[in-house]
């Protein structure tokens, strides 16, 4: 029986189709987040890629920051439980997750067979979430994927606020204006978003393996900062985007087994 | 499927709106009466005072002074939606800091600009015990100098000791004596020891018939909703010396004592969550905040806001009234005092999850809250969450940001109740 998840985040709305709980048919990835055409989009591109069509889907659950917005879906899900639940499918051996996603960052404690434990979230502060990177990114000039590979060229991080995004921004123009290295400076950014996750990361305890979930994730200069801010490897699937919306499919599936019909 | 099926939601019939207690309807009354009595007694020319919300108020109470108290008017604007003009005028023309408490920027707006037909009548005097906090120091302070008025102070002490020393216990006696000298010379009212002691008694009784009243809700399921504490709190805020308020609390108790004799509650849905609640209420977002618990059968079952105004001391011991004053659960305690009375709380309530409002208004209690989660946590085994938000100040919270958090701790506390039924 095939499961739908998305994850409506808000800055991408991404979907996936698994089959019995177990294999990803079909996912998309759409750059628009809540309140605009973004999950709609990403929902008919998911059935198409996987050649069904709505009245084939069993059974779908929503999850991120647009979650309740989702008419088809039967219920909605944290983004927490559904990273938590999709970690777990992509890598079994993870016990704490790091998910960097736009307006929240968060660090969430995974038991054994992938249920959420415990989890600690960023305040209503922007710093350390998707949005200060993508601040940031503007202010460079650098596309936000290119963020990455920029920063693994430093030589000497600078070193950023990472209490306020409003004050990082204006120390990242103050960097650029006495003509430090932009590869120094995104390394600092980096490094940045790295002190203030990791903060939260101790609070909840880093329990080994760490994983990092999210679109964030495929930033490797973000993975290499928050392994050194932790001193720990941090396991990354190529499918770490896809994660909530994994964890909504499956999250479908299991309440289809529950009622006894899968 | 599991409590937030969207389909199940959409089918539940609109249920009546339940008709308000006996005990609600007098609360209502005894508030309109201290607003209407004040208003004319300022119109006979007697002197009216603004006090902090935990002063001790059995001194003017025995003076038969009329006594307001702005902490609560401001809840109360800030419930009603109404906190945004007070807020623009303290940060704009009046040029105080954003960051200052919520309920000093709605009064000193109030006070200095916007006090026309408002429900506090213009003090001559000013009473402030700081055990809330150190800012309401500064805040009437500022008051007693644009108003010229005075201000009569109980410094109440930090105890950086789990307990209220000897040293601070004589100090705060004298401040007490001092205080009932002062206010008789400025009031021109004759100081009566016989009606100081039955103010006393009066307080004794409601402070019983609060903390039962509180702690009927360890029942499970619990009588109440827990948040109507938060509304039933004001009588023990304004008036926590009258008789009016035992009537109050008295109907209160046996309105809980029916529930729990039928099996019934005031909590309009399914219990299947308690909680305990850490911090004043987000008065912006009362409604929301509740609406969102009830969602999920979350009742607040414990809190250690509400409990601050049960003074506890024996009649006619001001050694001990000194003592209570610096002792009770406000914000002048040291941090084992305060993960303790949460702690032994979260075990009384049989608590499934913590609440902690990471209240921006309230920094002193911010200060300490956060390294409170972790070992609060660490004792009592119980999950939690903390969200930002505001007493007063509706600009300092994001409902999708609460949402979300208050979706994570019921899915935490759902794994949790689940692995121990499956052993």
């Known amino acids: 029986m095939y499961t739908l998840g998305i994850d409506i985040g808000s800055t991408s709305s991404d979907a996936v189709v698994m089959r019995d709980g177990r294999d990803i048919i079909a996912a998309s990835v759409v750059s628009l987040g809540a309140g605009t055409i973004g999950p709609q989009l990403a929902y008919e591109k998911v059935l198409k890629e996987a050649k069904i069509t709505a009245e084939d889907i069993g059974g779908a659950v929503a999850t991120g920051y647009g979650r309740k917005t989702c008419d088809y879906a039967a219920k909605d899900l944290s983004e927490l439980t559904c990273h938590a639940k999709g970690i777990h499918f992509l890598i079994p051996t993870a016990r704490t997750v790091i998910d960097i996603g736009g307006q929240d960052a968060k660090v969430l404690q995974i038991g054994a067979q992938g249920q959420l434990m415990n989890f600690a979230m960023n305040d209503k502060c922007a710093a350390g979430t998707g949005r200060f990177l993508e601040v940031m990114a503007k202010v460079l000039n650098v596309k936000i994927e290119d963020m990455g590979s920029l920063s693994m060229k430093a030589k000497e991080p600078v070193s950023i606020s990472n209490t306020c995004t409003v004050f990082a921004e204006s120390e990242v123009i103050s960097q650029l204006s006495s003509k430090k290295d932009i590869a120094d400076i995104a390394a600092g950014i980096h490094r940045s978003v790295a002190k203030r996750v990791a903060g939260m990361a101790m609070r909840v305890g880093k329990q080994p393996d760490v994983a990092m979930s999210g679109g964030v994730a495929l930033n490797a200069g973000i993975v290499k900062a928050l392994e050194e801010e932790l001193n720990t490897s941090i396991l990354v699937h190529p499918y770490c985007q896809l994660a909530g919306a994994i964890g909504a499919a499956m999250a479908a599936w299991e309440d289809i087994r529950e009622e006894g019909k899968g | ?423």
């Open chain 2, 1 to 423: 499927m599991s409590e937030n099926n969207k389909a199940t939601e959409q089918a539940a019939p609109a249920k009546p709106k339940r008709p308000k207690p006996k005990s609600m309807i007098m609360l209502n009354e005894q508030t309109a009466a201290l607003a209407e009595n004040t208003r004319k007694a300022k119109e006979k020319g007697e002197k009216i005072g603004w006090s902090t919300s935990i002063f001790p108020q059995e001194i003017p109470e025995a003076l038969g002074l009329y006594i307001q108290y702005p902490e609560n008017v401001g809840a109360g604007i800030a419930a009603r939606k109404q906190a945004d003009p007070y807020l623009q005028t303290a940060e704009g023309p009046l040029e105080y800091n954003n960051d200052i408490c919520s309920y000093a920027k709605i009064n000193l707006a109030y006070a200095e600009a916007m006090n026309e037909g408002g429900t506090l009548v213009m003090p001559d005097f000013l009473l402030v015990a700081n055990n809330i906090c150190n800012q309401v120091t500064k805040w009437f302070e500022n008051l007693s100098k644009t108003l010229n008025i005075p201000l009569f102070m109980i410094d109440t002490c930090y105890n950086s000791e789990d307990y209220v020393t000897e040293s601070r216990v004589k100090y705060i006696r004298s401040q007490l004596d001092q205080c009932i000298k002062d206010l008789c010379e400025f009031t021109g009212k004759e100081w009566d020891e016989k009606r100081f002691i039955e103010v006393m008694d009066i307080s004794a009784k409601n402070k019983e018939l609060w903390i039962r009243a509180n702690e009927l809700l360890a029942n499970e399921p619990a009588p109440m909703n827990g948040f109507e504490l938060f509304n039933y709190m004001s009588t023990m805020v304004c008036n926590r010396g009258k008789a009016s308020t035992t009537e109050i609390l008295t109907q209160l108790n046996n309105e809980i004592d029916e529930h729990l004799k039928n099996g019934t509650s005031t909590y309009p849905v399914e219990q299947q969550y308690r909680i305990f609640w850490d911090g004043i209420a987000c008065w912006p977002y009362l409604g929301h905040n509740l609406r969102t618990l009830k969602q999920y059968g979350i009742n607040m079952v414990g809190s250690g806001y509400v409990k601050a105004w049960a003074l506890d001391y024996e009649s006619n011991d001001l050694d001990g009234m000194a003592k209570a004053y610096s002792y009770c659960p406000a914000n002048n305690n040291n941090m084992s005092t305060f993960i303790k009375r949460r702690a032994d709380a979260i075990k009384q309530f049989n608590c499934d999850g913590v609440i902690f409002h990471i209240n921006r208004a309230c920094k002193v209690m911010d200060c300490q809250q956060l390294e409170a989660h972790r070992r609060i946590s660490e004792i009592t085994g119980v999950p939690y969450v903390g969200f930002d938000g505001d007493q007063a100040d509706y600009r300092n919270f994001s409902e999708a940001q609460f949402e979300t958090r208050i979706q994570g701790l019921v899915e935490v506390m759902k794994a949790r109740k689940e692995a121990q039924n499956n052993g």
